[in-house]
Nanobody
Framework: QVLLVESGGGLVQAGGSLRLSCAAS????????MGWFRQAPGKEREFVAA????????GYADSVKGRFTISKDNAKNTVYLQMNNLKPEDTAIYYC?????????????????WGQGTQVTVSS
């Protein structure tokens, strides 16, 4: 069992920045690839970013590429999502998730554990 707790969400103006954190407890954090997903009202959950077990490989949705950065600190059992140049369309609940695979996946079904989510609201 892996427990994930997100933090760092909030209200920010367009063009601003936020850093989301996801703290993990339970089984060895370094054995999991980690992902961030988001869900806006009335929309399906979508992939945002992911990182491999070691942190050496990352992937991003086209909509956030160049603005968001995912990182993983295995010593602190934490994964981060640095979000810069935020846009109103980034407004959503952001979830982190853990995948026991070696690499990372953009498919939410590959992830075994999920956090409760943190709200990000970007005003125009």
């Amino acid at each position: 069992q892996v427990l994930l707790v997100e933090s760092g969400g909030g209200l920010v103006q367009a063009g601003g920045s936020l850093r989301l954190s996801c703290a993990a407890s339970g089984r060895t954090f370094s054995r999991y690839a980690m992902g961030w997903f988001r869900q806006a009202p009335g929309k399906e959950r979508e992939f945002v970013a992911a990182i491999s077990r070691s942190g050496g490989t990352t992937g991003y949705a086209d909509s956030v590429k160049g603005r968001f950065t995912i990182s993983k600190d295995n010593a602190k059992n934490t994964v981060y999502l640095q979000m810069n140049n935020l846009k109103p369309e980034d407004t959503a609940i952001y979830y982190c998730a853990a995948d026991p695979a070696f690499g990372y996946s953009q498919n939410a079904r590959e992830y075994d554990y999920w956090g409760q989510g943190t709200q990000v609201t970007v005003s125009s």
